[in-house]
């Protein structure tokens, strides 16, 4: 069972001194601050499976959150316990998480711990972290705070997190496989039956079956991920032939397949895809939604005891990893479970696919899994994982840029005929790298200068919105945006 941690509810800051990378300092000034908090997605589906915490296209219920701040127009200086973030309301709805491969945020088996309030340092003025839906519908409210250790002054931003609510667009996909669950390979000689029916349910953030697709257009991608039994098997729906790929037009929420097995025993890996942008993937596949199921194929049933079949298991940090473990024996279908020792951001589901984006560590892992036959027989296994590659950075950031991407990011006022400085900076990245600046103008520059520092400063001699692009590139990333600065003034329409 995995623990609830609580952290402390509110952070104090102490007078700091380090400056945050990737951008400016703020130095001695002694102007306010102020906070922003956004969402990567403000709406999630119920998890009324459990599914943990987890990154990318593989952990639909976990959305990651951004927190910023500013002291007048520069990020505040960096240190540890800056922010004090937590839900206020809502919390039998979701946790919060920071899936950041600490041990201290982890528990003894390796499973990143839940928590209502969490404490986060500063890099550049930000941070990042995680929340997590939980199988109870309702509205969370997250909130952050700062304090200005000049004078004690506590500045709070928040955003809610809708949890179950009736969108209408994909949230999850859950396949099941009709009885008895399993594949007898093709030549098999005990006449175990080479071919089952899937069904493959698409549902909305509220767990309901999503509405038909606009014109019958095919909303489901299923995909025979390669694997040594995935040698001559085949998906076939309604007219479409046995191939390896198939796009599937679902009625009331079910897309309806069949499997066929080629010759070889060991584990079917199949991948259910749809588009949450618009519940279309024959226009590309712009918000996947994702899940993995492995259906194992056998020789022969109750002729061998159970057993777990080695595997060598390697995966890269920050890289979608998915891997299907086999066992052999006993009566199938097998049911697995994780019993501790996975990186952080890797999972197994009861179908025995261990799947996600590792964020952990370098090196070996032991990995304590079971699995459990149709008997009720279980067995257990360690399996040794190595992750390589360095823990991946949090992505780059505009520092400020709170808003859509296709939204201008709106910067501080200017005066007209009155002197006027900001400091771009960036959250995220490699702040070891200098972030490096460009400007797309396409009007006048209104008196403003634009430098490859990230500073903007002149006197602006022009009332109105002026707009333009800016682009940073830090190490390998970038990130481009577009901005705009409204000049202001007594003399101003």
Known sequence: MRKLGLALGFAVAALVTACGGGGGSPGDTHEAYSITLRADKK?????????????????????????????????????????????????????????????????????????????????????????????????????????????????????DIVVGASTGMPASVNAIAQQPGYLGSQFNPNSIRNNVGIQAFVMDDANQPIPNPAGGAPNLQVRIVPTA???????????????????????????????????????????????????????????????????????????????????????????????????????????????????????????????????????DYTVAVQVTDATGKPVTANLTLTLGGAMPLDPLAIVGCTGAINEPCKLPEAEKDEPYTYIL???????????????????????????????????????GVHTFVASVKQGTLTVTRQMSIEVVGTTCP
Not at 128 to 137: L, W
Not at 280 to 300: C, K, R
Not at 329 to 345: C, D, E, F, K, Q
């Open 425 to 463: 900076s960036t959250s995220g990245g490699d702040s070891a790298q200098v972030p490096a600046w460009t400007f797309t103008l396409p009007g006048p520059t209104n008196g403003l200068t634009f430098a490859d520092t990230g500073i903007i400063h002149g006197t602006p001699t022009a009332c």
């Open 229 to 363: 039994a995935s040698e001559g098997a085949r998906i076939m729906a309604g007219s479409q032939p046995y191939i390896n790929l198939l796009h599937i037009s679902t009625n009331g929420g079910v897309g309806l397949l069949s499997l066929s097995s080629g010759p070889n025993k060991g584990v079917i890996l199949l991948e259910f895809m749809t588009d949450r942008y618009d519940n279309n993937v024959s226009n590309g596949i712009q918000d996947p939604v994702v899940q993995l199921m492995a259906v194992p194929v056998v020789d022969a049933v109750a002729q061998t005891p159970l057993t777990i079949a080695d595997a060598e298991l390697s995966a890269t940090n920050g890289v979608p990893y998915a891997y299907a473990l086999q066992a052999e024996g006993g009566v199938p279908p097998y049911t697995w479970t994780a019993l501790g020792g996975l990186p952080s951001g890797l999972t197994l589901n009861p179908s025995g696919v261990i799947s996600g984006t590792p964020k952990a560590p370098a090196g």
């Open 43 to 159: 709406q999630l589906p119920i998890n009324i499976q459990h599914y943990p915490a987890g990154i990318g296209a593989y952990a639909p219920y976990t959305t990651t959150l951004y927190v910023e701040a500013r002291e007048g127009s520069r990020p505040i200086q960096g240190g540890e316990e800056i922010f004090a973030c937590n839900i206020v309301q809502g919390f039998e709805s979701g946790a919060l998480y920071y899936l950041d491969g600490d041990e201290d945020h982890e528990d003894d088996d390796g499973n990143p711990l839940a928590y209502r309030s969490v404490v986060l340092g500063s890099n550049a003025g930000a941070a990042t972290f995680h929340f997590h839906a939980s199988n109870k519908a309702g509205t969370a409210r997250v909130m952050c705070s700062v304090t200005n250790p000049r004078d004690n002054q506590v500045s709070s931003a928040a955003v």
